[in-house]
């Protein structure tokens, strides 16, 4: 694996990929959700601090308690998506991490998956939901993938996911980047990787298809050079 570091963009996540080691961890743009949050509870707390003697009890009430309960909450966000991470992958400590989220800080591992337990990696399609859309039709078709972790026991276990517009420029980029993600794991952990998603069974069928009409094409010639020599 190259020494450099490679940064492939998830859903709502970011796959960072340095020698030895992949984290999947929240992408940059998460930290200005609890950002916003904390500055709205010091803005609370400061009004309190400044006009506390002018405003009724129930009015200091209402401004406290969003405070109280926003701010921690934001605190935690805040520590989460700058150092937590969702999956962390290390060859050195021959495991796989899947990590707390917000409320947890990112750094509780809820499960941790040592390498001889890992079975195979898949690339499969990810659904998106099943359930009748109300109104006009969305403007965009979306297909979405995801790489499941299969552990020996038969457990399943996501790393992160994709999502990309229906088209066929978007939708080859978009499994461009997850492929690119599943071969690094792939790779880290020695394990083989398995793509069931549709689009590759498309193209496998397609390339099927190109292998097979030659063979064809080659026996239907030979049958009617045979016709043409017992007619001669």
């Not at 935690?76 to 991470?85: E, H, N, Q, T």
């Not at 965009?140 to 499941?148: E, K, M």
């Not at 792939?186 to 009409?213: G, H």
Request: hydrophobic share 45%; glycine share 10%; with cysteine.
């Amino acid at each position: 694996m190259s020494a450099t570091t490679k940064r492939i963009a998830l859903d709502r996540r970011v796959c960072v990929v340095r020698e030895g080691r992949i984290d999947v961890k929240p992408e940059r743009a998460a930290v200005l959700g609890p950002l916003i949050g904390l500055s709205i509870s010091v803005a609370l707390f400061a009004a309190i601090a400044v006009l506390g003697s002018r405003l009724s009890v129930g009015l200091l009430a209402a401004m406290l308690l969003p405070g109280l309960i926003l701010g921690p909450l934001s605190g935690m966000g805040l520590v989460y998506s700058l150092f937590g991470a969702h999956v962390v992958i290390d060859a050195r400590k021959q495991s796989a991490g899947f990590q707390q989220g917000i409320l947890g800080l990112g750094i509780g591992t809820v499960e941790l998956v040592p390498f001889w337990k890992i079975e195979r990696l898949e690339v499969r399609d990810y659904p998106l939901g099943d359930t009748p859309a109300q109104g006009p039709p969305p403007p965009l078709d979306l297909r979405a993938w995801d790489i499941v972790l299969v552990k020996t026991s038969g457990k399943e276990l996501s790393i992160g996911q994709v999502v990309a517009a229906n088209t066929p420029d978007l939708i080859d980029e978009g499994f461009d980047r997850i492929l690119d993600v599943a071969e690094s794991v792939s790779t880290l952990v020695d394990k083989p990787l398995e793509i069931t998603a549709a689009v590759e069974e498309r193209v496998e069928e397609t390339a099927t298809q190109s292998e097979t009409r030659p063979a064809e094409g080659a026996l239907r010639q030979a049958q009617d050079e045979r016709a043409e020599g017992s007619q001669a």
